[in-house]
Nanobody, 115 residues
């Protein structure tokens, strides 16, 4: 049974940082591409970032390029997202997912960027 459990969200001021984590189980984590997607209030799912199984190829949406860093630890079956220079428009529910559309995703963790 596939399980994806996100953590690390919270309230942060503009310009601040947060680190999200996702604990994965029930599938061969080390060979799969993994993704972060997000959903802002009243909007659809938006792909944020992806990383390959080895962790040596990463890519980002234009909206987060240069501010967010995706990483993974295959020994611990965890996926992370370091978010820096956060903006109010980054406010959303963040999900880790096994596909870039977010069809197979966890329950999410809320990130709110506000002063």
């Amino acid at each position: 049974q596939v399980q994806l459990v996100e953590s690390g969200g919270g309230l942060v001021q503009p310009g601040g940082s947060l680190r999200l984590s996702c604990s994965a189980s029930g599938f061969t984590f080390s060979t799969d591409w993994m993704y972060w997607v997000r959903q802002a209030p009243g909007k659809g799912l938006e792909w944020v970032s992806g990383i390959n199984g080895h962790g040596d190829y990463r890519y980002y949406s234009d909206s987060v390029q240069g501010r967010f860093v995706i990483s993974r630890d295959n020994t611990k079956h965890t996926l992370s997202l370091q978010m820096n220079s956060l903006k109010p428009e980054d406010t959303a529910q963040y999900y880790c997912a096994r596909d870039p559309e977010g069809k197979d995703r966890g329950q999410g963790t809320q990130v709110t960027v506000s002063s």
